[in-house]
T-cell receptor, first 112, second 109 residues
Framework: NAGVTQTPKFRILKIGQSMTLQCAQD?????MYWYRQDPGMGLKLIYY???????DKGEVPNGYNVSRSTTEDFPLRLELAAPSQTSVYFC???????????FGSGTRLTVV | GQNIDQPTEMTATEGAIVQINCTYQ??????LFWYQQHAGEAPTFLSY??LDGLEEKGRFSSFLSRSKGYSYLLLKELQMKDSASYLC??????????WGAGTKLIIKP
């Protein structure tokens, strides 16, 4: 049982470049989330999805986009990378019935 | 606004007991979570409280007082592997998790 799989684990981007962070879960969870975690700060919600075809903005959505074409996949897109987007990104999923979140292993992104 | 407060850092001795406090102010309440996060790793679920009182799970216990907006995580018989950050999170009325910044726990021999 893989749980939540995130790729890549590390990435260095130049300012203005774009990339997609991949997230897939095999637990048939309806709810999926993207967070960023900056040093000494709490997790900040970027976007979330309550099911295939449905996405919504979280606390810090600017500079990001998401899609949810299937239950399993929830990619996060950075269109024009900026140094302020240097962070660790976590994808998570949950089942409303038990509320606990399962996290992916994270993507450490540096924008230079 | 919504706010979760917990101490930034705590130090304790191997074999001892430590209590990590969390106070919260949120729009609605649908439960409080504690997660453990080792350096460079993802958070992992420790406990969930939705009713007042103490929930015990092995060496770890979590307490909730909804009227006081207060919770604590109690760790007994501390081991070196317990060195980690402990994140408090509250699920608000929209079923979104609001996260504290985490408490870094340092265990000394």
């Amino acid at each position: 049982n893989a749980g939540v799989t995130q790729t890549p684990k590390f990435r260095i981007l130049k300012i203005g470049q774009s990339m997609t962070l991949q997230c897939a879960q095999d637990m048939n969870h309806n709810y999926m989330y993207w967070y960023r975690q900056d040093p000494g700060m709490g997790l900040k919600l970027i976007y979330y999805s309550v099911g295939a075809g449905i996405t919504d903005k979280g606390e810090v959505p600017n500079g990001y986009n998401v899609s949810r074409s299937t239950t399993e996949d929830f990619p996060l897109r950075l269109e024009l990378a900026a140094p302020s987007q240097t962070s660790v990104y976590f994808c998570a999923s949950s089942d409303r019935d038990n509320y606990g979140y399962t996290f992916g292993s994270g993507t450490r992104l540096t924008v230079v | 606004g919504q706010n979760i407060d917990q101490p930034t850092e705590m130090t304790a001795t191997e074999g001892a007991i430590v209590q990590i406090n969390c106070t919260y102010q949120t729009s609605g309440f649908n439960g409080l979570f504690w997660y453990q996060q080792h350096a460079g790793e993802a958070p992992t679920f420790l406990s969930y409280n939705v009713l007042d009182g103490l929930e015990e799970k092995g060496r770890f216990s979590s307490f909730l007082s909804r009227s006081k907006g207060y919770s604590y995580l109690l760790l007994k018989e501390l081991q070196m592997k317990d060195s980690a950050s402990y994140l408090c999170a509250v699920m608000d009325s929209n079923y979104q998790l609001i996260w504290g910044a985490g408490t870094k726990l340092i265990i000394k021999p």
